[in-house]
Nanobody, 127 residues
Framework: QKQLVESGGGLVQPGGSLRLSCAAS????????IAWYRQVPGKEREGVSC????????YYADSVKGRFAISRDNAKNTVYLQMDSLKPEDTAVYYC????????????????????WGQGTQVTVSS
């Protein structure tokens, strides 16, 4: 069974850091594009970042550029989202999604539907 499992969420003060992990089981991520999305109740889902099968092909939402960094470790079958300089508006449930990569691009538009999704991990930024 193909699954994605997110971890690493929690409560952090403004200005702090967290690293989220997205681990795959039942398939290998080598040829998959991976994206991180987040959602706050009552708001539209927001694409945060994605990485194509080429680890140097990454994309970020304007709201997180310069603060978040996505990376992949194919040996560990895991994708990470390093989140620095966190703000209260980063509070959300964060989900990772995966699909077979098409070229060296990936998508973070709000309505895009990846093939596989994790269950989400809560990130709360508050003093």
């Amino acid at each position: 069974q193909k699954q994605l499992v997110e971890s690493g969420g929690g409560l952090v003060q403004p200005g702090g850091s967290l690293r989220l992990s997205c681990a795959a089981s039942g398939f290998t991520l080598d040829h998959y594009a991976i994206a991180w999305y987040r959602q706050v109740p009552g708001k539209e889902r927001e694409g945060v970042s994605c990485v194509s099968s080429d680890p140097d092909s990454t994309y970020y939402a304007d709201s997180v550029k310069g603060r978040f960094a996505i990376s992949r470790d194919n040996a560990k079958n895991t994708v990470y989202l390093q989140m620095d300089s966190l703000k209260p508006e980063d509070t959300a449930v964060y989900y990772c999604g995966a699909e077979i990569a098409t070229g060296f691009v990936c998508i973070i538009s709000p309505q895009y539907d990846y093939t596989y999704w994790g269950q989400g991990t809560q990130v709360t930024v508050s003093s």
